[in-house]
C-alpha cells in the first residue's frame, strides 16, 4: 500500500502572503534576490538597514581578502584581528585568526609576529611551539612591539610555559612596554595599567 503523504503547512511569504516555493535556492541567488527587494523598497526598515550593514561587512571582508590574497601584510593582519574579536561578519575563530596572523608574520610584520608569538606559546589555534613562540616574540619586542613586550614581561615574571621564573628579565621587559619607548602600540590600557601595577610592586621590594 501507498502511504499516505503527511499534511504539510503551507509557507506563506511574510511580505506578500503568497505561497511559497519549498525548494531551496543556491545562497548567491538568494542574496540577489533580497538585495532586489531592499533596492526597491519592498524590504524597509530595520531589516533593510541590517541587511546593508551585512552587505558592506561582507563587502569589506572580501575586498581585505582579495588584498592578501596579493600579499599585503597589513590585510593579513585586519583579517587576523577580526577573526580573533568576530568583527565584520566573521566568526570568532582561532585557527584562522592565527593563520593569518602567521601569514603576516612570514612577511616580516612586527605586529602579526606579537600575535603569532603568543598563539604558538598557548597553543591558541595553532599546535603549541614554545621555542617557535618565544623567537617571535622577542624578535617582536627587539622591534618595538609593546604587546610583545609585556607577554614577555609577564611569561619571565611567572615563570610560563615550563621557563624559569626572572624577575629582572620581566621589570626590563614591562619596562620597555609601559616607558612610551615602542613604535608599535599594541597593548590595551587594561593590560598597561597592569604592567605598571607589576613594577610597582617589584621595585618596592627589590
Avoid at 538585495?35 to 523598497?41: A, C, F, H, S, Y
Avoid at 531589516?47 to 571582508?61: D, E, P, T
Avoid at 621555542?131 to 617571535?136: A, D, E, N
Amino acid at each position: 500500500m501507498r502511504k499516505k503523504r503527511a499534511n504539510l503547512e503551507v509557507i506563506t511569504s511574510p511580505i506578500t502572503n503568497e505561497k511559497m516555493n519549498t525548494k531551496l535556492l543556491p545562497v548567491v541567488q538568494v542574496r540577489n534576490i533580497i538585495k532586489e527587494l531592499v533596492d526597491n523598497g519592498v524590504i524597509v526598515g530595520k531589516l533593510a538597514a541590517h541587511w546593508k550593514k551585512a552587505m558592506a561587512a561582507k563587502g569589506k571582508v572580501d575586498e581585505t581578502k582579495k588584498r592578501a590574497g596579493g600579499g599585503d601584510a597589513d590585510s593579513m593582519y585586519a583579517l587576523g584581528e577580526w577573526y580573533f574579536h568576530g568583527q565584520h561578519g566573521l566568526p570568532e575563530h582561532d585557527f584562522e585568526s592565527y593563520r593569518w596572523f602567521k601569514k603576516a608574520a612570514d612577511l616580516d610584520d612586527t605586529r602579526a609576529m606579537a600575535k603569532a608569538g603568543w598563539y604558538l606559546m598557548t597553543g591558541l589555534g595553532a599546535k603549541k611551539n614554545v621555542s617557535h613562540g618565544m623567537m617571535l616574540l622577542t624578535s617582536a619586542a627587539e622591534r618595538g612591539s609593546d604587546l610583545a613586550c609585556y607577554n614577555l614581561g609577564w611569561i619571565n615574571l611567572e615563570g610560563m610555559h615550563g621557563l624559569p621564573k626572572d624577575k629582572n628579565k620581566a621589570m626590563h621587559w614591562y619596562k620597555r612596554a609601559t616607558d612610551g619607548s615602542c613604535p608599535i602600540r599594541q597593548l590595551e590600557n587594561e593590560s598597561l595599567e597592569k604592567a605598571n601595577r607589576w613594577l610597582e610592586k617589584m621595585e618596592v621590594n627589590e
